[in-house]
């Protein structure tokens, strides 16, 4: 836990492009905020993160030939 304090303190950005952390900060703010809007900003992050992914997905398979399969 401790290096997990320490890796947000030192590298915030690090964080916020951690799929996992991402996850876990929506189950967090789900349990703890009154408000739903922390969470569906959490939500849009990760959105964000699969779309990005998609995106670079098939941009790489676009280009190779699967006429062996």
Known sequence: MQLAD???QTAP???LINP???AAN???DL???DSLTPFFST???LVAMAVVFFVA???LMRGH???RL
Do not use: D, H, K, P
Request: cysteine-free; hydrophobic content about 55%.
């Open 57 to 59: 997905a098939a941009l």
């Open 43 to 45: 939500v849009g992050v």
């Open 20 to 22: 996992a952390a991402q």
């Open 31 to 33: 349990t703890y905020y």
């Open 26 to 28: 929506a189950f967090y």
């Open 65 to 67: 030939n699967y006429e």
């Open 6 to 8: 320490r890796i947000s």
């Open 13 to 15: 950005w690090a964080v």
